[in-house]
């Protein structure tokens, strides 16, 4: 097949600035240039507010590498890497990404675009929205899943906000301390300056557990409690007694926010969140992180807050309260 070949509009070697081994965004005349039309006569002078004792006079840069000597240089570095045990039920948990998530990801079906306001079913993001809710649902029995917030730290505190329009005149949320240390702190400060009060139910040290005698002092002794949140496996590693607490909830008429690792409630796993508690009644609602499901943990993130809510005969309306979208 004969190919055409557009020449350049310009000759590389009768620009300078071509020929450089480094990118220099400005030559002399241009920073002369600039400076006469700031109205200045040199670089010191644009600086003239700044102390000069924090100048910066020299960069004590090593030599520059080529390509082939910065890629082995990067491989060096990284080989002194040390790779610790990641301990299950704090942060983000590393798993290997599944090898199927990348073919999946690329079916052009599941990834065109839509707009929450126009719903067609050949719009490809509604339906992977709709696979990953009915996955979720599958895995948690919850009947409503949305389709995700930002992530769990985040999606825990507009759980909080739900329990509140749920439970009449409630002002006060319950969290335990044997939830994760980063997530409590990014509820903490989302309450700040808000009227949402929260109380820490603490551990008990002899088990490692949430110490539901407190917990039940707690409930007995604090007026306008909409919700307990409390995780399945803890912070230390353990389990909780879930169905313990969610009868708890259940006697006080307060909302039961279950936290749970989707990873660990396949066939052979955990239990559900639909049957907690000794009736199996379940928890009201359920948050989860949902990010080592199929992507690799990255400076901390990205994030996929799961929250889930019931939606059954017994309870129809409590999905109003939710935020986020359903499909």
Not at 78 to 90: E, V
Not at 212 to 238: C, D, M, R, S, Y
Not at 317 to 322: K, N
Request: net charge neutral.
């Amino acid at each position: 097949m004969k190919t055409s070949h557009v020449p350049l509009n310009y000759h590389p070697e009768t620009l300078k600035r071509e020929l450089k081994p480094f990118y220099i965004g400005a030559d002399e005349k241009d920073i002369k240039d600039m400076l006469k039309a700031l109205g200045l006569n040199s670089l010191s002078e644009l600086y003239s507010h700044i102390q000069p004792d924090v100048f910066m006079h020299t960069l004590a840069l090593p030599k520059h590498m080529s390509y082939e000597e910065l890629i082995g240089h990067v491989n060096e570095v990284a080989d002194k890497n040390k790779i610790k045990l990641s301990f299950l039920g704090d942060g983000l948990p590393q798993y290997k990404v599944t090898d199927v998530v990348g073919p999946i990801c690329g079916i052009r079906g599941l990834t065109t675009a839509y707009t929450p306001y126009q719903p067609e079913r050949s719009q490809g993001t509604l339906q992977t929205l709709w696979i990953y809710q009915s996955l979720l649902s599958q895995l948690t029995g919850f009947e409503a899943i949305n389709a995700s917030l930002y992530d769990r730290s985040t999606c825990l505190y507009e759980a909080f906000n739900c329990s509140l329009r749920l439970v009449k005149d409630s002002t006060t949320v319950v969290i335990a301390s044997t939830l994760y240390p980063g997530d409590i702190e990014v509820v903490e400060t989302h309450a700040k300056e808000t009227g949402l009060k929260i109380i820490k139910a603490p551990v008990n040290p002899q088990t490692g557990k949430l110490d539901v005698e407190a917990l039940k002092k707690i409930l007995n002794t604090t007026p306008h409690v909409a919700a307990v949140a409390f995780p399945q496996v803890n912070n230390l590693g353990n389990i909780e007694s879930v169905d313990e607490i969610t009868d708890l909830c259940s006697s006080q008429k307060v909302k039961s926010i279950a936290v749970v690792d989707p990873m660990l409630l396949g066939p052979a796993g955990l239990k559900p969140p639909v049957k907690f508690g000794t009736r199996a009644q379940g928890a009201d609602m359920v948050v989860a992180e949902g990010q080592h499901l199929a992507i690799g943990p990255n400076f901390g993130g990205p994030g996929l807050g799961i929250f889930g809510i019931r939606y059954n005969d017994q309870d129809k309306i409590s999905i109003r309260s939710t935020a986020g979208r359903y499909i």
